[in-house]
């Protein structure tokens, strides 16, 4: 078992496209780091920097310690003592179940009889015992990621990496692996990184949550914090949906652009502060729905859409050509229905980040 | 398109389905007569002559022929020329396809057009040009005599016969091993890495045993092309009495040595025919336990030769250039030359050859033959092609497997036992010393080919394709036709030009059923051969060779 450590990293493509920029990332020992982002944002390049198969440019990458790349070597991944499991479980259609799960034992070099016993022991973990001899063709893919894991963990490595290891299940399926992953790799103290474009599954699994977008690190949290305080609303849209409006924040509040959208002073969470331009983001809890008797018809959006949730439906109400996404308990509201949108907490931005990159257009669908 | 649609087919069958889209199999309609009709032509085409040879070979009582001297010879030679010259092919095409697709060796996009020239060349204009590189007469083998004595290599004989032949058959090698190897999903060589396997116990570990299949394939593949090649025994292996089955075949029709040559043959036509039957059912028995490899996410970033870069890469592009420009130059040479040995220099090249070559009677009429011949057997294998491969692959049927692989059925089976059933068969329907002979022969060789490039592309499309013109109110033809059929003639008009450039340069088919006033350019420039006119024999063989590159330039385009 060992930490993590990006200093710096930075991977640009041979075409010159930049795959990561200035990356640095600790991941301690024992810790079950999420990595999420939108697609294309750098997630399976970071593993794949991670596990070997891609080179670092620059900056320096540790694995317990010890240099793995440094900018112009990079430790082959079969010399980095990793656990891998694919999206698709890669199991090896030539051999055995047990002779997939023993082959890292084999190339090793542990003794024959060790192997035996170790291979039963990880099958058992995973809830395999005794498959040792069937052919993979004839498991479900459910078995076949596990026999994946064990195979990971077979010749305990120093870190779990998992590539979307559950995306390929089936939901029923996918959320019983997730509750033994975490189990079991919370008592085997493994430092785990899991890629993952699923955010549900990220902030329930994860110690901590890396959001990636663009080959950078955006924030690196606990599941709670990056709910709550979200570290710019870039993040707030993508972990929660947030609604982003460009504007600007004086003493009295905030005022959009182009939109009659206003949020007084008080509304406005303390952090991160300040005035000026930036973005205001608006989490769909923080949303309200009321009724549009006596409101200013400026204030009244029209329902677009209305899906059922277990403890909140989810709505989307068109407000003045910007969709608003909102989570609303007690009655949904039904499509086509005049609503006041009110916010009842907000959070603004000043536009560093948006001076960087533009983050909504003026009369841009946010949802 | 839409009003014709509404009127066109809406026969009994043609109106919607009330429950389910697969329903009116079996009822009569319009894919029903298709079916029926294609079951005809390859009865008529594929299933007859070989029924014949069996038929003839068996009721003749000949089998105790084949235990003749002549006849044992010739089959232990064809038997291991062709074993051997397949392990080699499958040995150079797997460590070529696994150095080009996998590593980062230098120029692999220019190496691996290299490596597959040789398809485009006719296996007895490799002959021919090999002659000019390493025969008795050529430069390196007179320089190494007057050095030492004696000749260095003479291509002449059993071992230059399977040289050609691993030459030959490694690009077919490389062509089906580099297919499977893109099918690997590179997830499992990275989940050997991450277990600590270094690149080159991927490759033994996982790799190699993943292309088996596919090697065996290769081997079926080549083996059975080569048991029964004309070209190269004939004009590399008989100056050394080096004799195959094929070329004792040849020898039997033509100087009537035995009596009742056409029994005699067909008997050798039965052996040759139960071997490729046995080659066959060992690669379906093989193909059993294949297994299912899911698409890969990730491309593979090929393996890194580190030190060996250079040196591998020298080595590879020395021996693959060695093997397929040296002997294009010696063609050249020679065709430029005015006879075998005159020293090669500005003053001595000519185009007289060239011009003699081409302005002879025999050479012309052998052009227009070809032409025409392989020109109908491109169009109508192209049409029998595509109505069957779509058939097979975009409707379902239990006799679908059954269709499919008669039509493939050739592709397994020697040119010379084809031309030996249209041989068999030609008095009997009144084709006996017509051309038409020929072009049966080709139709039934060649439109696998056809079938096998169709298939492939339309296997990838989903068959809700067909369901959603059903639903949109097709009937089953004509969403067969609209549908299916439309999807498929790109890579059907991609086969027909295939079949035309390897019709054009055939040798096996055309000398065998050669008759007076139907001789072909294969068979022009082989008697030119024969006959010792070694220059006018390259000077055709280059032009075959340039119209070759031509045409697979312009098939490839088609494709993309």
Request: charged content about 15%; proline content about 6%; aromatic content about 4%.
């Amino acid at each position: 078992m060992s930490s993590v450590s990006f200093s710096a990293v930075g991977l640009v493509y041979p075409g010159g496209a930049p795959g990561l920029t200035d990356i640095d990332l600790e991941i301690a020992d024992g810790e079950f780091l999420a990595l999420v982002g939108p697609s294309g944002s750098g997630k399976t390049t970071l593993l794949r920097t991670l596990a070997g198969f891609l080179a670092p440019t620059s900056g320096t990458l540790r694995i317990g310690g010890q240099v793995v790349a440094d900018g112009t070597r990079s430790t082959p991944p079969e010399d980095r003592r990793l656990g891998m499991v694919f999206q698709q479980h890669a199991i090896w259609p030539h051999w055995s179940v047990g002779r997939n799960v023993e082959y890292p034992l084999r190339l090793a070099g542990t003794a024959r009889r060790e192997r035996t016993a170790r291979v039963r022991e990880v099958l058992d973990l995973v809830g395999l015992g005794g498959l040792e001899a069937r052919n993979p063709a004839t498991l479900s893919g459910g078995q076949r990621q596990r026999v994946a894991l064990a195979r990971a963990l077979a010749a305990r490595p120093r870190l779990l990496l998992l590539d979307e290891a559950l995306s390929a299940l089936d939901e029923p399926l996918r959320d019983r692996l997730r509750l033994e992953l975490r189990a079991l790799t919370a008592s085997m103290g493994l430092t785990v990184l899991h890629v993952t474009h699923d955010r549900a599954e990220a902030l329930a699994l994860a110690d901590r949550v890396a959001v990636l977008d663009g080959g950078r690190l955006q924030q690196v949290d606990a599941p709670e914090a990056l709910v709550r305080r979200p570290a710019s609303a870039l993040v707030a849209r993508f972990l929660s949906d947030a609604t982003v409006l460009p504007g600007t924040r004086d003493g009295a509040g905030f005022t959009a652009d182009g939109h009659p959208c206003r949020v007084p002073a008080q509304a406005l969470s303390d952090e991160p502060g300040g005035t000026g331009r930036g973005s205001l983001a608006v989490l769909p809890d923080d949303v309200e729905l009321l009724s549009p008797a006596g409101a200013d018809r400026s204030q009244v959006g029209i329902v677009a859409s209305s899906l059922f949730g277990r403890d909140a439906s989810d709505v989307v109400v068109t407000w003045h050509g910007l969709d608003v996404r909102c989570r609303t308990r007690g009655p949904r509201p039904s499509v086509g229905e005049a609503v006041r949108v009110g916010v009842r907490r907000a959070v603004f931005y000043l536009d560093v980040a948006a001076a960087r990159q533009p983050v909504a257009p003026a009369t841009g669908v946010l949802a | 398109m839409s009003s014709s649609a509404d009127t066109l087919v809406r026969g009994p069958a043609g109106g919607r389905a009330p429950h389910g889209l697969d329903t009116g199999r079996g009822r009569p309609d319009g894919v029903l007569g298709l079916r029926l009709a294609l079951w005809l032509v390859c009865a008529g085409v594929v299933l007859l002559p070989l029924a014949v040879i069996v038929a003839l070979g068996l009721s003749a009582d000949r089998l105790q022929l084949l235990l003749q001297g002549d006849v044992l010879e010739a089959g232990r030679n064809s038997l291991v020329s062709a074993l051997v010259s397949a392990a080699g092919a499958v040995a150079v095409g797997t460590a070529l396809a696994l150095l080009v697709e996998r590593t980062d060796l230098r120029g692999r996009g220019a190496l691996r057009l290299l490596a597959l020239s040789p398809l485009l060349v006719p296996p007895f204009v490799g002959a021919i040009a090999w002659i000019g590189l390493a025969g008795p007469a050529s430069t390196v083998n007179r320089a190494w005599t007057e050095a030492t004595g004696g000749p260095l290599w003479v291509v002449y004989g059993g071992d230059g016969v399977v040289f050609l032949l691993v030459v030959h058959g490694f690009p077919v090698a490389y062509l089906v091993v580099a297919a499977a190897l893109r099918r690997i999903p590179s997830d499992l060589e990275q989940a050997a890495r991450t277990s600590g396997a270094g690149p080159w116990r991927t490759v033994r570990d996982v790799t190699l045993p993943l292309l088996r299949p596919a090697a065996l394939s290769a081997f079926t593949l080549v083996a059975i092309s080569n048991l029964a090649d004309f070209g190269i025994p004939s004009i590399v292996g008989l100056p050394e009495g080096y004799v195959t089955l094929s070329t004792l075949v040849y020898r039997y029709l033509q100087s009537g040595t035995v009596d009742a040559p056409l029994e005699v043959v067909a008997t050798i036509g039965m052996v040759l025919l139960a071997l490729a039957v046995l080659g066959v059912l060992l690669d379906v028995v093989a193909g059993r336990s294949r297994w299912e490899l899911e698409a890969s996410a990730t491309a593979s970033a090929p393996v890194s030769l580190g030190r060996a870069r250079a040196l591998a890469s020298t080595v590879t592009w020395v021996l693959v250039a060695g093997v397929t420009l040296l002997p294009l130059w010696a063609l050249a040479t020679q065709a430029l030359l005015p006879a075998p040995g005159v020293p090669l220099t500005w003053d001595n090249l000519t185009l007289d050859s060239l011009t003699r070559a081409l302005t002879a009677p025999t050479t012309v009429t052998g052009l227009q033959n070809s032409l025409w011949l392989s020109l109908l057997a491109g169009v109508v294998c192209a049409a029998v092609g595509l109505a069957i491969a779509t058939l097979v692959t975009r409707t379902r049927s239990r006799d679908n497997g059954a269709l499919r692989a008669v039509a493939m059925l050739p592709q397994a089976i020697p040119g010379l036992v084809i031309a030996v059933g249209w041989l068999v068969l030609a008095p009997r329907i009144g084709l006996f010393n017509t051309p038409w002979l020929i072009l049966a022969a080709y139709v039934t060789a060649f439109v696998a080919l056809v079938v096998q490039t169709v298939s492939a592309p339309l296997r990838a499309t989903p068959l809700t394709a067909e369901e959603a013109a059903r639903v949109a109110g097709a009937s089953r033809l004509r969403a067969f036709v609209d549908v299916s059929a439309r999807m498929a003639l790109p890579a059907a008009t991609t086969g027909g030009v295939l079949v035309v450039l390897t019709a054009v340069r055939e040798l096996t088919i055309s000398a065998l059923l050669l008759s007076p006033g139907s001789q072909t350019l294969g068979v022009a420039i082989f008697n030119l051969q024969q006959a010792g006119a070694y220059n006018a024999a390259s000077a055709l063989s280059l032009l075959v060779t340039i119209v070759g590159l031509a045409g697979a330039r312009l098939a490839a385009r088609q494709a993309a």
